[in-house]
């Protein structure tokens, strides 16, 4: 079908019968390229928080450098604690929506680690297995600590009260709330949670109950 024609005879003729092919081609691999190096860019999780309904007084990004520095997380790995999201203090249903799907994609991504809500929703959501049993990641000497301030759920501690974290009034969450807080069941840092439940009850609030 090209014999006897010229370049830019040739050129014509295949992006007016071929144009659209071409270039669904090509978005396929303008796109395949774009995910390959945003995945190449993209730094390894090491830990990721949610403190529903907070109101954090202290900048999102201080709070993952000054627990990144505790834990002694290298830069290269990713830290993120949220304290902006709201579910039941939202303002608009729409938000705390929006709030909600960022908990469930989280959590369904295997990326969460630790979340706090409002006594209320960490209740209505523990009755869905969320939350792991603290027996079996937590010391037992800080469990004996804590034994007045743990939410127990069929006799399994599962929570536990903001109140007894004071790092949490450092950093400006849940000052006039009562609040709970939990290692997801399927996190895949549980020693990373861990270390930043006791980073909050130790740390960052100096004196022990």
């Known amino acids: 079908m090209f014999k006897g024609k010229n370049a830019k005879e040739k050129a014509v003729y295949f992006w007016m ?14 796109i395949t390229v774009y995910w390959v190096s945003a995945a190449a860019g993209e730094k390894e999780l090491a830990f990721k928080a949610l403190l529903f309904d ?4 202290t900048q999102e990004e ?20 949220f304290t902006s999201f709201l579910l039941s203090d939202s303002p608009t249903g729409t938000y705390a929506m929006t709030s909600l ?16 809500m409002l006594e209320a929703d960490f209740k209505n959501y ?15 000497e800080m469990l004996e600590e804590l034994k007045e301030y743990l939410y127990c759920r069929n006799g399994v501690p599962i929570g536990i009260d903001a109140k007894a974290l004071p ?4 950093a400006g969450c849940y000052e006039d709330e009562t609040a709970l807080l939990g290692i997801l069941y ?8 861990v270390q930043y ?13």
Do not use: W
């Open 186 to 193: 399927n996190s895949q840092h549980v020693e990373t949670a």
């Open 167 to 170: 790092g949490l009034k450092k």
């Open 101 to 116: 799907s960022r908990f469930y994609v989280e959590v369904g991504n295997e990326e969460l680690d630790v979340c706090g």
């Open 54 to 57: 907070s109101h954090g007084g």
């Open 17 to 30: 019968y071929y144009k659209l092919p071409f270039l669904a081609v090509l978005a396929a691999v303008l």
């Open 62 to 81: 201080i709070l993952d450098e000054e627990f990144r520095a505790y834990a002694g997380i290298d830069k290269s790995r990713e830290v993120s604690i």
């Open 197 to 209: 439940l006791e980073y909050l009850y130790n740390e960052m609030g100096g004196n022990r109950l």
């Open 126 to 140: 523990a009755k869905a297995d969320c939350f792991m049993d603290l027996r079996s990641c937590l010391g037992k």
